[in-house]
């Protein structure tokens, strides 16, 4: 199952500026051409960036290079057809060289060039960098004429000069990814979307492939530069963090809705990646939303 190619429609102007109002966000995993810069208004799920996995909410503000196949994926409340609750946001999408050939060769435009280049990892925006950018883009939801580039050109520096911002998908995805053979790889990232809750075995994910399991092994350190166990565990460990923001589940429902098997094995991998404890993590989130 490859990434959807998703074709952006720009109208009349050099690149998109839109306000999306819906019952959910496009449920799809895709890819464009196009640069996309998102800002999630209003809604809650989970965010695939790549082979990163992490719950988005109000907020949320991401970059996403060129072809980077990424998808939003509403929480299950939001499919319930529930007349009042609608997702907003508000997404830019735009050629690198809708400007013209050459113009991000730039010297002036060297450190925009490089957060550019960055965000064929995808990055999450954050700190008053985030909230500058999320007030420009409701400002310039309907602006027209030259501002429009003016607009865009003055938040891709501000991002760039501020460098607050986080990777999300790993060196090994993008520096391997190649969406005219990614065949298997695409198989096993699917497979492993689909089934991470469950209790997964290498023979298995193996077999979603067409591969035995010495070759699957192989085959996935050499695409992405890490063995396909550190990949499971991130995803797992992505969802968790949701779960725990919802607060709806003790630590250990969320352990074994996850995929984990015991509880302390959760909490130990859940500290080697993170550096906290779930309930650390639970906690802090807490914390920080009494203080916005």
């Not at 009349?12 to 464009?32: A, G, K, M, Q, V």
């Not at 995808?122 to 960098?129: A, F, V």
């Not at 030259?146 to 986080?166: A, H, M, N, Q, W």
């Amino acid at each position: 199952m490859k990434p959807i190619l998703r074709k952006v429609d720009s109208g009349n102007n050099s690149f998109s500026i839109r306000e999306d109002i819906y019952p959910f966000l496009y449920n799809h995993w895709h890819y464009h051409p196009e640069i996309e810069l998102t800002y999630i208004r209003k809604g809650t799920g989970v965010r695939l960036v790549g082979d990163s996995m992490a719950p988005f909410e109000n907020g949320d503000l991401i970059l996403l290079g060129s072809n980077l196949p990424h998808m939003w994926r509403s929480d299950s409340i939001y499919f319930k057809n529930i007349p009042t609750l609608n997702i907003e946001a508000i997404a830019i999408h735009f050629r690198d060289d809708f400007w013209g050939i050459g113009f991000m060769q730039l010297p002036e435009l060297r450190l925009i060039k490089e957060m550019l280049d960055l965000a064929k990892r995808g990055l999450q925006i954050t700190g008053e960098t985030r909230d500058y950018v999320i007030k420009a883009m409701e400002d310039n939801l309907h602006v027209t004429g030259p501002k429009r580039i003016e607009f865009l050109l003055g938040i891709l520096d501000v991002i760039s000069r501020s460098g607050e911002y986080t990777l999300l998908a790993t060196p090994g995805f993008n520096k391997t990814y190649d969406l005219t053979t990614t065949d298997k790889i695409n198989l096993i990232y699917t497979y492993t979307f689909n089934n991470f809750k469950n209790n997964i075995s290498i023979k298995e994910a193996a077999e979603a492939a067409s591969l035995s399991p010495n070759s699957f092994c192989r085959y996935f350190k050499t695409r992405t530069l890490k063995t396909y166990w550190q990949f499971l565990l991130e995803i797992r460990i992505g969802y968790a963090c949701k779960l725990l923001i919802e607060n709806q589940k003790s630590v250990s429902q969320i352990c074994y809705e996850c995929g984990f098997n015991n509880l302390s094995n959760f909490n130990r991998q859940f500290k080697s990646l993170l550096k906290i404890t779930p309930l650390q993590y639970a906690k802090s989130y807490t914390v920080h939303v009494m203080h916005l």
